[in-house]
């Protein structure tokens, strides 16, 4: 049974740091990727990274959002810099494997002062 724990948001102001991190089981991961959902909006890709470690920034995170992934530990994780208020959304994690797709349960980050 694959499984999914992402860990990390919290509430944080305007220009702050989080790390989020995203702890996957059950089966050996290709993909790995952060989706957000803010209210009313559709889910939106933030970032994926292959197993090789190539990785891909939507435009609205480039140069403040890093992902990076341990595949001995099944981590993946989200290093969030210069963070705005347009940030705040649910944050989830989504892994590929061989029988398809698996989603974490979310962590919400929310941007304020």
């Known amino acids: 049974q694959v499984q999914l724990v992402e860990s990390g948001g919290g509430l944080v102001q305007p220009g702050g740091s989080l790390r989020l991190s995203c702890a996957a089981s059950g089966s050996i991961f290709s993909g790995m990727g952060w989706y957000r959902q803010a209210p009313g909006k559709q889910r939106e890709l933030v970032a994926d990274i292959t197993r090789g470690g190539i990785a891909y920034y939507a435009d609205f995170v480039k140069g403040r959002f890093t992902i990076s992934r341990e595949n001995v530990k099944n981590m993946v994780y989200l290093q969030m810099n210069s963070l705005k208020p347009e940030d705040t959304a649910v944050y989830y994690c989504?892994?590929?494997?061989?029988?398809?797709?698996?989603w974490g349960q979310g962590t919400q980050v929310t941007v304020s002062s």
């Open positions: 989504l892994a590929v494997h061989s029988r398809g797709r698996s």
